[in-house]
């Protein structure tokens, strides 16, 4: 695809429902011109327009019975040229949401193969501006074993997450929805403020907005297995030693180490964040998480937090199920997919409160200070569950607000 292929509100060909749709409208259209030509004179004019429009059909179907939620979902996955909003309507919920700098949503959607792992499938991607209303979309037809579409907020835009084996996939779109081509190179980039960390540990990939360029960090420990890049360019990484040495924090400027930190005994080091000169580290015991380590200025001084009003034992799905996210102000959420979160009073991250959320949220991200939840089936279904969709919380979880589309 070309860059001045805007994918406003679709470029892609017609598929069939929508040729059947257009057929309907204009038969529809026909008759209520031959209705207004004849004026208001009898009753039984209207009952000759009724049965005009009748005789035309609904959906392309002779019967004129409605098309089922099944009926149409799979109709939709193996559409060649399917389009974005019943892409959208099938999925029910996002696969994810990513926020770029001036407030703008990229939503990215998946309709799977419901009997299979393998078989036909469609993804979508739709922008909503700041006053949420679309500004683009897109979807494609692929099968159910691709990799679904990921993307990250970047510098004045958004950035394709590429495929597991970092040689392709990775392009950015700006936010009114146009594709630009990203150069991968092999060579490792010192990060800088605005690069953003697009995947790891496998492959551990960079994105620089100034130049749309992915690269692999430089710099980076060998022995690193988890990463975090802070928007100071400051490259945090978790070092776990082949050897019997406690993990460490590693953190780095211009491919230089700056300062590391040990994981105190008997915890290993699990997921990593970082923003604005705070880190956190969830502490892995056994098969849980037990709590975090935590620094506010910079690396110069860290802190266990083993309670501060978390339940930390009754985190049951394993420490890669854990959720942690900084926000712009520096406090951090913490919980885990599918079940309970916390959020921090503040910038401290000492003391905790509960989030009471009005569904299950299979999966949670922050974007600035506003909190999104997603709700989904965790595997691909017809129907829908309970509250489906995202819900958004701009108040630190007090209210939540239930998105809706404005056109």
């Known amino acids: 695809m070309s860059d001045d292929q805007t994918l406003l509100l679709s470029s892609s060909p017609l598929s069939s429902s929508a ?24 009753v039984g004019l209207l009952a000759s327009a009724a049965l005009a429009l009748t ?40 696969l994810g949401v990513s926020r770029a700098d001036d407030g703008s949503l990229l939503l990215a959607y998946e309709a799977g193969n419901v009997e299979d792992d393998e078989g036909p499938a469609a993804t979508a991607w739709r922008i909503v501006g700041p006053d949420g ?30 495929q597991a084996d970092g040689a392709e996939g990775a392009w950015s779109l700006d ?34 907005p100034a130049t749309r360029t992915v690269a692999p960090p430089a710099g980076v420990p060998d022995s690193a297995v988890r990463l975090a890049v802070d928007e100071r360019g400051t490259v945090w990484s978790l070092d776990q030693p082949l050897t019997d040495d406690p993990n460490r924090v590693v953190w780095q400027r211009d491919g230089r180490t700056v300062g590391s930190t ?38 110069r001084h860290w802190r266990k937090v083993l309670a501060g009003g978390i339940a930390w034992r009754d985190l049951k799905r394993g420490p890669d199920a854990l959720v942690l996210r900084l926000l ?15 959020l921090a009073a503040d910038r401290t991250n000492s003391a905790f409160r509960e989030l009471r959320t009005p569904v299950n949220f299979t999966s949670f991200t922050v974007g600035g200070t506003t909190l999104y939840g ?18 958004i919380s701009r108040d630190n979880g007090r209210e939540w607000r239930r998105y809706g589309q404005r056109g």
Request: hydrophobic fraction near 40%; glycine fraction near 16%.
């Open 328 to 342: 712009a102000d520096g406090r951090l959420l913490v919980g885990e997919e599918g079940g309970r979160y916390w």
């Open 374 to 391: 997603i709700a989904d089936a965790t595997t691909s279904t017809y129907d829908l569950v309970k509250g489906e969709g995202l819900w």
């Open 55 to 94: 005789a035309c059909g609904h959906g392309g179907s002779g019967g004129g019975k409605p098309e089922d939620r099944e009926a149409k979902y799979k109709r939709v996955i193996e559409d060649p040229h399917p389009r974005p909003a019943e892409v959208i309507e099938m999925a029910g919920a996002p």
């Open 19 to 42: 040729l059947a749709k257009k057929a309907v409208a204009a038969c529809e259209d026909a008759a209520m011109v031959w209705l207004r030509k004849r004026g208001r004179r009898t």
């Open 133 to 162: 209303r679309t500004v683009a979309e897109h979807a494609e037809h692929g099968d159910a074993e691709a990799a679904p579409p990921a993307f990250k907020g970047a510098g004045g835009g958004f950035v394709r997450v590429p």
């Open 262 to 299: 040990a994981v105190p005994r008997p915890y290993l080091g699990g997921v990593l964040a970082a923003r604005g000169g705070i880190a956190a580290l969830s502490l892995v015991q056994g098969e849980g998480v037990r709590g975090l380590l935590v620094t506010t200025d910079g690396g």
């Open 175 to 208: 936010v009114r929805g146009r594709r630009h081509k990203a150069v991968i190179t092999g060579t490792p980039l010192h990060a800088r403020p605005g690069d953003v960390l697009l995947a790891e540990p496998e492959p551990t990939l960079i994105y620089r």
